[in-house]
Nanobody, 117 residues
Framework: QLVESGGGLVQAGGSLRLSCAAS????????MGWFRQAPGKEREFVGN????????SYQDSVKGRFTISRDIAKKTVDLQMNSLKPEDTAVYYC????????????WGEGTQVTVSS
């Protein structure tokens, strides 16, 4: 089970930190990803972190503004979002990709992020 927290309303230029807590086993976790879905749009990839190595990758539009980190012992992954823009408004989801799987298998319920102009 994945549970996101930390969403809310923030003004443009502000910051928010989202957190995703995983319960159960994480030893088969290859990567944790963050995705978002804005109203009327398809869900899109924001970034991810490989669980063991800590290697990260990001969508171009968030590079330099968003940072993903993880705490293996606590089984959490965070998304630090700085310099937020109104176009960052979306429901943000965390997801888990397991070894041997091609996609993300487990998803959280999502948390709303709203950036006002």
């Amino acid at each position: 089970q994945l549970v996101e927290s930390g969403g809310g309303l923030v003004q443009a230029g502000g910051s928010l930190r989202l957190s995703c807590a995983a319960s159960g086993r994480t030893d088969r976790t290859l990567a944790m990803g963050w995705f978002r879905q804005a109203p009327g749009k398809e869900r899109e990839f924001v970034g991810n972190i490989f669980w063991n190595s800590g290697f990260t990758s990001y969508q171009d539009s968030v590079k330099g503004r968003f940072t993903i980190s993880r705490d293996i012992a606590k089984k959490t992954v965070d998304l630090q979002m700085n310099s937020l823009k109104p176009e960052d408004t979306a429901v943000y989801y965390c997801a888990m990709r397991l070894y041997g799987r091609s996609g993300y298998d487990r998803w959280g319920e999502g948390t709303q992020v709203t950036v006002s102009s």
